[in-house]
């Protein structure tokens, strides 16, 4: 009877041990998730020393035209404000939307789409019924890892970079979301079946006309366009693939 106790005790203690090797091995093994330094590919904008709020304003609109049937997916019209040199100049002082708050529940990012504009914050909220962990983390344009965090803590970040923007969480591989960062308040959504846009209260000066594509299947559009005070600038964008 001793010798089958003594033995029942060495298997327990063989057990215990080789659980607890395991749980190290995997905590050295296991991938962490805590957050790292930014990577960031995006585009940094500067502002500049003028406001939005003090400017002589016009409006942008016009068609869009597709040599192909399109995707039924948004597809961006944004516009960069252009320095002496026709290049990126400073884009202005302006009032970055309110925060886009970010649902997690039954593991989908909701909204699963949305166009941001530089300096406007994000927060993501695990707002799950149940005691479920998140991850989220960014590639793209703008590359970031925010951590695990648990049922009904939340991350934010502020986007302070122009660029597309894929969302991740890693610890549930179908659940993702994709953003575009505008560099400044000038821009448009061409939903589904639109073929015409409008961006009204455009800052006077010379621009360069954009498009983005959540599902990129045409070569995106870009042309000079010049916005004057109280008037409005016609432009015909052509999607071709």
């Known amino acids: 009877m001793r010798r ?7 298997v327990l ?4 041990l080789t659980v607890g090797v395991t749980a190290v091995i995997k905590a050295q093994f296991a991938p962490t998730h805590d957050p790292i330094p930014s990577v960031v590919n995006g585009t940094a904008y ?7 709020s003090e400017a002589k304003t016009g409006t942008v609109k016009g068609s869009v035209t597709f040599s192909a049937r399109r995707p039924r997916q948004p597809v961006v019209i944004f516009l960069v404000k252009l320095g002496a040199d026709d290049k ?3 884009q202005g002082v302006y009032d970055a939307p309110g925060t886009l708050s970010v649902s997690q529940k039954g593991a989908k990012f909701e909204p699963s789409f949305a166009v941001l504009v530089r300096k406007q914050k994000v927060k993501f909220l695990n707002d799950e019924k149940d005691e479920i962990s998140h991850n989220v983390y960014f590639l793209g344009d703008i590359e970031e890892d925010l951590g695990i965090f648990d049922q009904g803590e939340s991350r934010e970040h502020d986007f302070d970079e122009a660029g597309e923007v894929s969302v991740h969480c890693s610890i549930h591989k179908r659940m993702d979301a994709k953003f575009y960062v505008a560099p400044n308040p000038a821009y448009a959504i061409l939903e589904m079946d639109d073929t ?3 961006i009204t209260n455009v800052p006077a000066g010379k621009y360069k006309l954009h498009t983005w594509q959540k599902q990129k299947r045409f070569k995106d559009f870009e042309t000079t366009v010049e916005v004057s005070d109280g008037k409005t600038t016609d432009v015909t964008v052509e999607m071709k693939r």
Not at 13 to 16: H, K, Y
């Open 46 to 52: 500067k502002d500049g020393d003028w406001k939005w």
């Open 88 to 90: 990126p100049g400073d």
């Open 13 to 16: 203690a063989l057990m215990a």
């Open 196 to 198: 015409s846009f409008e």
């Open 4 to 10: 089958l106790t003594l033995k029942a005790g060495l």
